[in-house]
């Protein structure tokens, strides 16, 4: 019996020595092929640019607008999720800090993260805090978290989302949830970055096409 345990032991050990060997390999290899492709769109990128355009079968005129088109959605919608979800973050995590909930820092960074994520955001941590606060008697500081989490932070989101992507990409909100959710579940967690910049170089590609070919019409 003891060595069978010892065996399984060692094998559990190893397993898990290669995984860890496996994930750190992939890893390096990932930042490596991310160092190498970034200093050449950065060298190259404007070449590039103009042999994608001198090879695509439309009009210049169709190409320089989508061009604009793709950019502009891009950065709202990355301005809209990250931007957004730092503030959101901060902001929060100064509740937290000032009810006295411990680990703050760390917990701000999580709700940076999770306020990336629609419908949930930083409800989780809030909620949380919420509860560990009424735990130790102190009922007057749970509600007032919960009275700037709903006032505060909540304002934060919608008018700060409002103001830097919703003018900029015209996305539905329903839209970008499908973009978060459909693209996390295909692709990870970069979905939440890429999901939402496809749909939005869609819905662009789509009404440049209609505008300069008056598909509507």
């Known amino acids: 019996m003891?060595?069978?345990?010892?065996?399984?032991?060692?094998?559990?050990?190893?397993?898990?020595?290669?995984?860890?060997?496996?994930?750190g390999l992939h890893a390096v290899l990932g930042l490596l092929l991310l160092l190498f492709l970034l200093y050449y769109l950065?060298?190259?990128?404007?070449?590039?640019v103009r042999w994608a355009k001198r090879v695509t079968p439309l009009a210049r005129p169709v190409q320089d607008e989508l061009y604009v088109e793709a950019e502009d959605a891009t950065w709202a919608v990355l301005k809209g999720h990250v931007f957004v979800a730092i503030v959101q973050g901060f902001v929060s995590g100064i509740g937290l800090f000032v009810a006295g909930?411990?680990?703050?820092?760390?917990?701000?960074?999580?709700?940076?993260?999770?306020?990336?994520?629609?419908?949930?955001?930083?409800a989780p941590v809030l909620g949380g805090a919420t509860v560990y606060l009424l735990t130790l008697s102190r009922p007057l500081a749970a509600v007032?978290?919960?009275?700037?989490?709903?006032?505060?932070?909540a304002a934060t989101?919608?008018?700060?989302?409002a103001l830097v992507i919703d003018r900029a990409s015209s996305l539905h909100s329903a839209t970008v949830?499908?973009?978060?959710?459909?693209?996390?579940?295909?692709?990870?967690?970069?979905?939440?970055?890429?999901g939402p910049i496809?749909?939005?170089?869609?819905?662009?590609?789509?009404?440049?096409?209609?505008?300069?070919?008056?598909?509507?019409?």
């Open 42 to 48: 950065l060298k190259d990128g404007d070449e590039f």
């Open 144 to 153: 007032l978290l919960v009275v700037y989490g709903m006032t505060v932070v």
């Open 177 to 194: 949830l499908v973009g978060v959710f459909g693209a996390a579940y295909l692709f990870g967690a970069i979905g939440l970055f890429v």
């Open 2 to 23: 003891v060595s069978r345990l010892l065996d399984r032991l060692a094998s559990a050990a190893t397993d898990r020595t290669s995984r860890f060997v496996r994930s």
């Open 101 to 122: 909930v411990p680990n703050a820092v760390f917990w701000t960074v999580v709700m940076m993260f999770l306020a990336m994520v629609p419908i949930i955001g930083v």
């Open 157 to 161: 989101d919608d008018y700060l989302r």
């Open 198 to 217: 496809i749909l939005a170089l869609s819905k662009a590609t789509v009404e440049v096409f209609a505008d300069y070919y008056d598909l509507a019409g």
